[in-house]
């Protein structure tokens, strides 16, 4: 099914024949955004110990909506504003998932650069965390993320640090990303380091990223058959008013998120 998606999708993309080479960049998902955030699903869309890189907010075209939505046993729906610049950004987001005792959660983010250096927050109940991209326009950058889970009650913190590096180079971008966590609950122990290399490959009509992750240092064998290896990729494409980005196996099963610029 997946496969069928995918194919009909590329077909779709070159029927259209939508530039992605110019108007992709940043807009598809690339291993943990951490050094590489998209800017068409940064509020609710990630993968890894963190959420994505809130730095990357300054990629915000001049203003965007966009709408998303997710299946893997349950179904979830999400929408996002966003507006700024290459020195600063500001993004909001609301997400909720269709499951017996789930509830919504409104999250925002604000982002500027200052020099060579992009500085971000990120701010939701019960979350928060900043975010730092180095040589945020060049060809070689370095990300990193800290972020505190921050649930009611006593002795329940979540503390997770992310760290990567990518190059960039306009057709072709590369991203190595990986965090960890621990918790203030010292009966929880887990050393797992969550490790995503990945790569986006930008054409003249669209753009297609792959990405591999894994949970390595497992001492006590906590890992699942997915969570020893697991592939994920996405197909972005569109035009300057419009993005569609479509995944499988990134966040859920299936996801998209379509994104109008204005």
């Known amino acids: 099914m997946k496969r069928i998606l995918i194919f009909s999708f590329l077909l779709l993309g070159i029927s259209v024949g939508a530039s992605a080479a110019g108007n992709g960049q940043r807009r598809l998902a690339l291993a943990q955004g951490i050094s590489l955030p998209d800017s068409t699903s940064i509020m609710n869309f990630s993968s890894g110990f963190t959420f994505s890189n809130p730095a990357g907010v300054i990629y915000q075209e001049p203003l965007r909506l966009s709408v998303q939505g997710d299946q893997n046993g349950s179904s979830g729906l999400g929408a996002e504003v966003g507006t700024g ?39 939701e109940e019960e979350l928060s965390g900043i975010g730092l991209i180095f040589n945020q326009s060049g060809g070689h950058r370095l990300g990193i993320v800290g972020q505190l889970s921050n649930p009611a009650g006593d002795n329940n913190n979540i503390t997770a640090l992310g760290v990567g590096y990518a190059y960039s180079n306009g057709t072709f971008e590369f991203s190595l990303d990986g965090s960890t966590r621990t918790f203030e609950n010292t009966s929880t122990k887990d050393d797992r380091i969550f490790l995503s290399p990945g ?64």
């Open 85 to 123: 610049g290459q020195s600063w950004g500001l993004a909001a987001g609301y997400y909720s998932r269709d499951c017996t005792g789930c509830e919504g959660d409104f999250r925002g983010a604000a982002a500027v650069g200052l020099g060579g250096v992009a500085l971000g927050i990120r701010f």
């Open 199 to 262: 790569i986006v490959i930008h054409t003249q009509m669209l753009s297609l990223s792959l990405n591999y992750e894994t949970l390595i240092n497992d001492k006590n064998d906590q890992n699942t058959d997915e969570e020893k290896g697991n592939f994920w990729f996405g197909l972005g494409f569109g035009q300057n008013n419009w993005h569609l980005a479509a995944y499988a196996d990134y966040f859920s099963e299936l996801a998209v998120s379509f994104s109008w610029y204005f």
